[in-house]
């Protein structure tokens, strides 16, 4: 499997843990009190490192730092726009797309050779 393949797909899911682990307990846990959260989110969060850690030392490989950092953003932003629209009933913000394009800027300015 291609290196930029099993980097994204191994962060995409680490986002997918890191989205619930930062913002799944306002709406899970929000009766209780901050510390049970906190908690909750580090164990939640735990598996995100296990799949991110690696992600960015296989992505480092044929990847420099700038474009790991980037890639992560906009797989950052490719999670957190359906966590909050689907899991969280937060209503569509036109935001969403204008970040989108910016980052799609990032990616061209620091993908190109």
């Not at 619930?20 to 939640?44: D, R």
Request: proline residues 4%.
């Amino acid at each position: 499997m291609p290196v930029l393949l099993q980097t994204t797909l191994l962060l995409i899911a680490s986002n997918v843990f890191m989205t619930f682990a930062w913002y799944g307990h306002l709406k899970n846990l929000s009766s209780k009190p901050w510390y049970v959260a906190a908690l909750v989110s580090w164990g939640i969060a735990l598996f995100e490192y296990l799949l991110q850690v690696p992600a960015n030392r296989i992505g480092y490989t044929e990847l420099n730092l700038g474009q790991l950092k980037i890639l992560q953003e906009v797989i950052t932003l490719s999670v957190f726009v359906p966590f909050a629209l689907f899991y969280m009933n937060e209503p569509f913000k036109w935001d969403y797309l204008w970040a989108a394009i910016c980052l799609l800027g990032a990616v061209y300015f620091i993908f190109r050779s």
